[in-house]
């Protein structure tokens, strides 16, 4: 049974894990599939800082864990709003070796199903700015 | 959707929302879990309502309140979409790096005497 307070997202990627790992810890990387601009510290405690496609919209957290060339945990709010603290909401990537390729494992925590949602968690800034990526559909490409 | 959104995305609302979870309290029960004003929570379960999170029934002068867990099952999709677009892209970046990456390795072992 799925749990409700979370999203689960599974893909397989023909791409070996180090390669599908530094997407998520080089900035140059990132911004292929993720955003306009990026900073990132790949190290627990480390920012995880990505100016969205539409500029005024700027996540920003931490990073958690990191296991090369397996797993990346972070964090993120939104920039701009005082009152989100970080790790508004978490994100837990896994990469599984699956022949030449990867097996990639994303989960979403700390949606707003209120019985099953942490104490102090918060979707102030986040919330909004997916609602208008939904809108329009998906986020715009880059290229 | 971006109403209901917005709605949330107040730490006071997103409480009341929990308490009206599983069970329908009135605005009395509701306010008595915070320190602001009763002006203050109407105004929020105003806009929750408004933006359809939240059900009103009203019985003489008292009003009732419930969540509507549609909405958030919605919301859950939405974020869905977000990451499967996000997700799409990754594996189209990821698999032309390791197509590149494949090219220059079996070039090199080429090289060699």
Known sequence: ?143 | MEAALKALADDRRRTILRLVWDDERSAGEIASHFDVSRPAISQHLAVMKGAGLIAERREGTFRYYSAHRERLEEIKQMIESFWDAGLGRLKREAERDERDARRKESRKVRKRP
Do not use: C
């Not at chain 1, 990026?38 to 500029?55: D, H, S, T």
């Not at chain 1, 931490?62 to 296991?67: A, H, I, K």
């Open chain 1, 1 to 143: 049974m799925t749990r409700s307070d979370v999203v689960e997202r599974q893909v397989r990627i023909d791409a070996r894990p180090e390669i599908v790992f530094e997407f998520f810890t080089d900035p140059a990387k990132m911004i292929r599939w993720k955003g306009v601009e990026a900073k990132l510290e790949p190290q627990p405690g480390g920012v995880y800082r990505v100016v969205m496609n539409e500029a005024q919209y700027v996540a920003n957290g931490t990073f958690v864990e990191l296991v090369p060339h397996s797993k990346i945990v972070f964090t993120w709010g939104w920039e701009g709003s005082s009152d989100v603290p970080p790790g508004s909401s978490t994100v837990e990537v896994t990469l599984t070796p699956d022949g030449d390729g990867t097996m990639l494992r994303l989960i979403h925590s700390g949606l707003p199903v209120p019985a099953l949602a942490a104490h102090g968690e918060g979707w102030d800034k986040f919330l909004p700015r997916l609602a208008t990526v939904a809108a329009g559909g998906e986020v715009p490409t880059d290229a």
